[in-house]
């Protein structure tokens, strides 16, 4: 047991300041029992600067399909062949209920989410507008948009009419990221972050693991998006669908799940730290470890173009830890 290292790491956290990048990739040396021991601390780190409360946010796929972009592990790409749902984007009122829905079974942020490279088109934007508004008269909840490749001016037409924040996942490490896109590059991801942050939105950024990275590419990842300063940050893993060019990747296992979570915390300790996309499938009736590995927060209810939990079990699963959902906007 390197319990020297493992207290580094965790004074690291405690402080503020984060794991050096050589910490980073020591941590991907620890085996299980290391690992059991570093999310004592993990959980000390989320406690101390987060608090005991666990954030949940839902999304609504408010546009769906036929996206040209070639994205590997995504079934509403035009390149794959996927049963997948295709549908125009949404009314306003459609996305209001949507949101009122989240609120009710505890959501405190709100995502409205649309295929394809950038919401470009002025009909589709005043929609966009409108439902914002609509939401920021009626509910409390916070509203945030995933949206794609999106301009500073047409964010900061977003934002004026309530916008609160923009997700903008860069997908994977720069250096694999040619492996999993090729119809964009790394670096149109990036500047559609600073677009948002030009636009005076809070940001949340992240991506998905389990595509054939190795660990040092993670560690590679989490330190460019360090650098970007952002607000929070969605982890997901992998969940192979038929029909995308990820379709026969196996899920990540559970272990290296957690120690990709108790990464982020540990170089990140202040950040607003979600798990999402690939939750069930990976912790299966162990979704209690992930808030010890250091998250503090969680995507409930359904995902893009698949199912998620009944939002009331993972309200139960929280507090029975001791732990506080959020019920109100932040």
Do not use: W
């Not at 062949?81 to 009710?104: G, Q």
């Not at 609509?134 to 409390?140: F, P, Q, Y």
């Not at 893009?304 to 507090?319: A, F, N, S, V």
Request: hydrophobic share 40%; proline share 3%.
């Amino acid at each position: 047991m390197r319990q020297a290292l493992i207290d580094s790491m965790i004074d690291a956290g405690l402080s503020g300041e984060g794991i050096s990048r050589e910490q980073a990739l020591e941590l991907g040396t620890l085996d299980s029992e290391e690992l059991d021991a570093l999310f004592e601390g993990t959980n000390q780190v989320r406690d101390r600067h987060l608090g005991q409360t666990v954030k949940i946010c839902s999304i609504v796929n408010a546009k769906s399909g036929k996206c040209p972009e070639d994205c590997g592990f995504c079934a509403q790409s035009s390149q794959f062949e996927t049963d997948s749902p295709e549908y125009p984007l949404l009314k306003p009122e459609e996305i209001l209920a949507a949101a009122k829905e989240a609120e009710a079974f505890g959501s405190n942020e709100f995502s409205i989410v649309t295929s394809g490279t950038a919401i470009t088109d002025r009909k589709e934007l005043d929609t966009l507008i409108e439902a914002i508004k609509l939401i920021k008269a009626e509910t409390k909840i916070e509203v945030c948009c995933s949206l794609g490749l999106m301009s500073t001016e047409h964010l900061k037409e977003l934002k004026a009419a309530g916008l609160d924040r923009f997700h903008h996942n860069v997908e994977t490490a720069a250096s694999h990221f040619k492996n999993i896109v090729t119809t964009h590059s790394y670096q149109d991801e990036v500047q559609a972050i600073r677009n948002a942050k030009e636009a005076g939105l809070h940001v949340c950024v992240g991506g998905i693991f389990g595509m054939g990275e190795t660990y040092e590419q993670r560690v590679e990842m989490v330190f460019d998006i360090k650098d970007l300063e952002t607000d929070s940050y969605p982890i997901n893993f992998l969940k192979p669908l038929e029909g995308t060019a990820t379709e026969n990747m196996e899920y990540i296992e559970l272990y290296e799940a957690l120690r990709t979570i108790a990464l982020h915390r540990l170089v990140m300790p202040r950040i607003d730290l979600f798990v999402c996309g690939g939750r069930e499938e990976v912790f299966a009736d162990q979704q209690e470890k992930l808030f010890a590995a250091g998250a503090n927060g969680i995507l409930g209810g359904n995902y893009l173009t698949t199912k998620g939990r009944d939002p009331k079990q993972d309200i139960e699963m929280i507090e029975s830890l001791g732990l506080v959902p959020v019920l109100e906007s932040v």
